[in-house]
């Protein structure tokens, strides 16, 4: 059993910051890639940033610049640091990892349940 615990959304001005963070927990064998996905009203889910546990980020065009991720592999925990908010990237944010469990051989996705992220014009 994996579970992902995200927190730290909420409403903010344009212009203004906040800092999302997910813990990862379960019976983990070793985790690869965690990451950051954003689903806005009427539109598809889109990758935010990931970074992998060489440390290597990549970021979405529309955030590179303003959002830096990171990763406490201690924690097993992901955060997405967001600066310079539009009201564009409001969104649910949604934290994922990708995994293999004590159980299992391969390894599979995980997503957390979504926090949601209003930017304020």
């Known amino acids: 059993q994996v579970h992902l615990v995200e927190s730290g959304g909420g409403l903010v001005q344009a212009g203004g910051s906040l800092r999302l963070s997910c813990a990862v927990s379960?019976?983990?064998?070793?985790?690869?890639?965690m990451g950051w996905h954003r689903q806005a009203p009427g539109k598809t889910r889109e990758l935010v940033a990931v970074i992998t546990s060489g440390g290597d980020t990549n970021y979405a065009d529309s955030v590179r610049g303003r959002f830096t991720i990171s990763r406490d592999i201690g924690k097993n925990t992901v955060y997405l640091q967001m600066n310079s908010l539009k009201p564009e990237d409001t969104a649910v944010y949604y934290c994922?990892?990708?995994?293999?469990?004590?159980?299992?051989?391969?390894?599979?996705?995980?997503w957390g349940q979504g926090t949601q992220v209003t930017v304020s014009s």
């Open positions: 379960g019976s983990i064998a070793s985790i690869n890639t």
């Open positions: 994922y990892t990708d995994l293999r469990t004590l159980a299992s051989i391969g390894r599979f996705n995980y």
